[in-house]
């Protein structure tokens, strides 16, 4: 029977959560932090309320909590990663209700990632803080491991409520713009780099595997070379469907071109606002230094998370583009 009820616990905070998530997703708020940390909440809110049910409120339970709570948000992690691994992309899809059903999936996964390592974070740093009060008070029960289990308990929830409000407008949001840059140096004078960058990376070159999981570059339908006034449309292709980025170039110089994003319907659309490429050019002894660089403005919070994961998405992407530019100007 407590067996039961322990799976049963797991199912309702699961269910909770992901509904939950599905309410916030219908509005403004799904690219906030309520749609990815709140969840997290609920989990504990629900595990708490089993040890109360069961009595198992006992010193100790604030880490029981953590850990069930833990447990909860891998096993989501990994039902539905499995499930988007397996399942067609929605752009494959035969009609709209399973388009949108692939793509809950698809965005699920990425939700219970963020709430999963939240909670592995929570669970680490509240182990590693009773260790601290156990040496430092040198007890290892009573009353005073008790209150700690509460306001430990009442810390996390404290924090994770305040970071559940990151992106909102009434409330903060971190400053999102990014620029990132990838480096090569190329075995070709300045003449022969600019000419191989008169034409688009063509969506054959190969990609880094990481980069699998993001919208795929699938066509050029437009592509104008690198002078002022300049157009370039490339066409993506992701789980989330399909759109086209649209660029012009704005600038130019003798070693450098900078595209500005004059529109984006790709998939990428909804969490990242792509606003110019450039390309920038050093002659250095026999060689050029070619320097790609991307300046976006991250959408989604929170920031601890989407942060790096878009800024290395980017830069991988920006090598992709100077290493087709080498390739080319060196004729491989």
Not at 258 to 268: M, N, R
Request: aromatic letters at 10%; one cysteine or more; hydrophobic letters at 50%.
């Amino acid at each position: 029977m407590e067996r039961q009820l322990s799976t049963l616990s797991h199912v309702v905070a699961a269910s909770s959560a992901l509904s939950y998530a599905w309410l916030v997703s219908r509005t403004t708020y799904v690219v906030t932090a309520t749609q990815f940390v709140t969840p997290l909440l609920i989990l504990l809110l629900i595990h708490t309320g089993y040890l109360a049910f069961t009595n198992g409120l006992r010193v100790g339970f604030a880490q029981q909590v953590f850990g069930r709570s833990a447990s909860t948000a891998l096993g989501m992690v990994a039902i539905f990663l499995i499930g988007s691994l397996v399942a067609p992309s929605p752009a494959e899809a035969s009609n709209d209700a399973i388009e949108t059903f692939l793509m809950v999936i698809f965005c699920l996964v990425v939700l219970l990632f963020v709430v999963a390592i939240a909670a592995l974070i929570i669970v680490a740093l509240s182990r590693l803080v009773s260790e601290l009060w156990r040496m430092v008070r040198k007890v290892d029960d009573g009353p005073e491991t008790r209150l700690f289990d509460f306001a430990s308990l009442g810390i996390a929830v404290a924090i994770l409520a305040a970071s559940s409000l990151e992106g909102m407008p009434e409330y903060y949001s971190f400053d999102g713009e990014n620029e990132v840059t990838a480096t090569q140096f190329i075995n070709a004078d300045h003449h022969r780099v600019w000419a191989a960058m008169e034409r688009a990376t063509s969506p054959e070159f190969p990609l880094p595997n990481i980069l699998d999981a993001f919208p795929q570059p699938v066509s050029v339908s437009v592509d104008q070379g690198t002078e002022l006034g300049a157009n370039r449309q490339v066409r993506f292709q992701g789980r989330e469907g399909t759109g086209l980025l649209s660029l012009n170039v704005v600038s130019r110089t003798e070693n450098k071109v900078v595209f500005a994003v004059v529109e984006d319907t790709s998939p990428y659309a909804n969490w990242i606002s792509f606003q110019s490429l450039s390309y920038r050019t050093t002659s250095e002894e026999g060689r050029t230094r070619l320097e790609v660089s991307l300046g976006f403005e991250r959408r989604l919070a929170p920031s601890w998370f989407f942060t790096p994961i878009m800024n290395e998405a980017a830069r991988l992407a920006m090598d992709v583009l100077a290493r087709d530019v080498k390739a080319r100007a060196e004729g491989v």
